[in-house]
């Protein structure tokens, strides 16, 4: 299946969505290709996200919710179009569910579990639960001492970019999992995007990497450099200078819109995105990764 097929086919306006990875790993290809198609009215689920996901389906108009701990930059600097529609409404007023990194974690976990909530204590004393009322202080039952429930999440659809995958959808992960395992057994369908599609007999030879069975994906796709600007593990470096200039192209709502139709919507598809890149430059993401990060028998 091609990404214009697996995003049309599972995701749909009013979408309640979720994006697996990390600041690596990151469903750059997804993303764009879902605000090529206009799907509009998202409601989207994270724990942590940064420049280039949420953000540009955010610059766009089309998500609705965000439920969320953290939305910014990181090294590449502030993230103006979250401010924007945090801050102004711009280009809409996007409602905002807050919680702590931990608690958004639990999330996933309960929803994986069939569970509709998990209880933690790491909320007590924060402003979090003032300010959004889904968490729910109560009595622990066996010591009478305050705890917090956060609810489950269950995305409609979950999406995440991995290392390498089967044909039938046997993911592997090298480096940092985040949330992957637990994302995809909370959601009711998933998308796994992949650098490349290897044979299962190659997935057989390391299955402590296949952090993500067959039996919860829904559709893969091979979408080499999926993640640009962001890197991949043992596969390519984040593009640094690509994204030193993010802040400063999105400064206005005018800068944001040019630097998306020149970026996204003035591509047809992911390959021409890489072609406007420039292949040479990201075979030079490639040769740094591999330069320092090597992992033995996986490569």
């Not at 198609?37 to 689920?45: E, H, M, P, Y």
Request: hydrophobic letters at 40%.
């Amino acid at each position: 299946m091609d990404l214009n097929t697996a995003i049309k086919k599972f995701v749909t306006n009013g979408c309640y969505l979720c994006w697996g990875g990390f600041a690596d790993r990151a469903s750059i290809a997804s993303v764009f290709e879902i605000a090529r198609q206009g799907i509009k009215d998202l409601v989207i689920t994270t724990e942590t996200d940064t420049f280039m996901q949420t953000s540009v389906l955010m610059g766009l108009g089309l998500v609705k919710k965000y439920e969320f701990a953290y939305c910014w930059g990181a090294i590449w600097g502030p993230d103006q179009v979250f401010r924007r529609a945090a801050e102004q409404g711009i280009p809409r007023t996007v409602e905002l569910e807050e919680y702590s990194n931990y608690a958004a974690s639990l999330r996933f976990l309960a929803g994986s579990l069939g569970v509709n909530f998990l209880p933690t204590k790491s909320l007590l004393g924060s402003d979090i639960p003032k300010y959004n009322k889904k968490i729910k202080i109560i009595d622990d039952p066996y010591t009478g001492e305050p705890v917090a429930l956060v609810p489950a999440s269950r995305p409609d659809v979950a999406i995440t970019h991995v290392q390498r995958a089967d044909a039938i959808g046997n993911a592997q992960i090298f480096g940092y999992v985040a949330n992957d395992e637990t994302i995809v057994r909370a959601a009711k369908r998933v998308i796994i995007t992949c650098e490349e599609i290897v044979p299962t007999s190659e997935i057989r030879r390391l299955p402590n990497l296949t952090y993500i069975p067959y039996y919860c994906v829904d559709a893969v796709v091979e979408v080499p450099f999926g993640s640009h600007p962001r890197g991949v593990p043992y596969y390519y470096y984040h593009d640094v200078p690509f994204g030193l200039q993010l802040p400063e192209r999105w400064k206005t709502e005018d800068g944001f819109n040019k630097w998306a139709e020149e970026w996204i919507l003035g591509t047809k598809d992911w390959n021409e995105y890489c072609n406007r890149v420039g292949w040479d430059r990201l075979n030079a993401l490639a040769r740094i990764e591999r330069k320092f990060q090597v992992y033995g028998e996986a490569r």
